[in-house]
């Protein structure tokens, strides 16, 4: 192999509008699911609400009809709030305590509920009814009744949301479906990634405004790995661990490589921030392994998913070789013969190391951006 090897250059980060697109794309089974759910429940409205002299066949498409629009509405609002996440205002409302967050979505979900709600009325019952539906009884219990129940599964799925991610998707379907109650091999490309000086900086600003500092660096990269579709497995310290899973795909799982550049940018766009709260823009290292895990759920009273196996030991020790060398990301040869690496980086021709607990040897590559 060469001392350097050309790679694809990682994708820019998108835009709002990019994002929402992106996520419709993503989420075609959400976008059908929200659908016929909806359709579902305006059936069962109308059956449960309405009076039985009205319902006909064709009533019962309109309740059909206008559960849709309800259920798509609902599906929208949270991929706004999703795509959003970047913006000012989706930072200040991730950085908001949960039962704010929780209230305002819902809020902000109620109120688009009655505005497609009440224009799904006018438009599916003006030909029939023309506006004999719009009397004091609809407005004093029809509406109403909209209203409470469009905030009630806007609370229902704020909480949902907020819950999945407090304890990851990974572990609420465990919980639900109990995927992970036994032990389950899966091929992950694992990541270990802590913030360079954390020791030293404790000494110089404080254990408190340390913390403070790998708060706020942990919540700046979360958009980073979720964009490059990476999960984040947990925090330990001033460590944070990705996976993704390994794929035949080359591109996708050069995405572990691309998300850690994108993280170098977001900090680096971020560095006059940093400066003026805590006097110091973060540094931080990567080391990236890929190979089996075992999977299982954990704890009772509080349940987490650990991660078992050599591959998980040798991220980890791939990640001290990157501070022994002053690099700042270190791969693997296993993970490298398996990617596509991004076009503007270059990849060092590699040594042979010795982790810790292992007696193999572990193909170890420096990784960097072309000057």
Known sequence: MSA?????RPPRERSLGAALIANVVRQRGFVAAAAACGFV????????????DEGTVANYLRSGVH????????WAVQNVFASGANSRLGVALRQAPVAV??????????????VVGFSLQLALYAE????RWL???WLDTELPRIVMIGFGISLVIGFAVEIERLIGGPLLASVLLGTYHRPSRSRLIVMFLDLANSTRLAESMGEVRVHDLIT???????????DFGGVVHSYVGDEVIVSWPATDDPARNARCVACFFAIARQIERLAPEYQLEFGVKPGFRAGVHVGTVVISECGDRKRQLAFFGDTMNVASRLCDHCKAIGGRLVIS???????????????????????????????AHGVEVRD
């Open 4 to 8: 350097y090897t050309r790679v694809s």
């Open 41 to 52: 429940i305006g059936l069962g409205y109308r059956y449960v609400f309405n009076p039985a």
């Open 67 to 74: 559960g849709v629009g309800i259920g798509l509405t609902v």
């Open 101 to 114: 967050e929780v209230l305002l979505r819902a809020l902000a979900m109620t109120a688009a509920l009655i």
């Open 128 to 131: 029939p009814y023309r506006l």
């Open 135 to 137: 009397t004091p009884v």
């Open 216 to 226: 706020r660096f942990f919540f700046d990269i979360d958009q980073p790995i979720a």
């Open 333 to 363: 040869g296993d993970l490298l013969r398996i990617i596509a690496v991004p076009d503007a980086i270059v990849i060092d021709a590699g040594q042979r190391i010795e982790p810790r607990g292992r007696q193999a040897l572990v193909e």
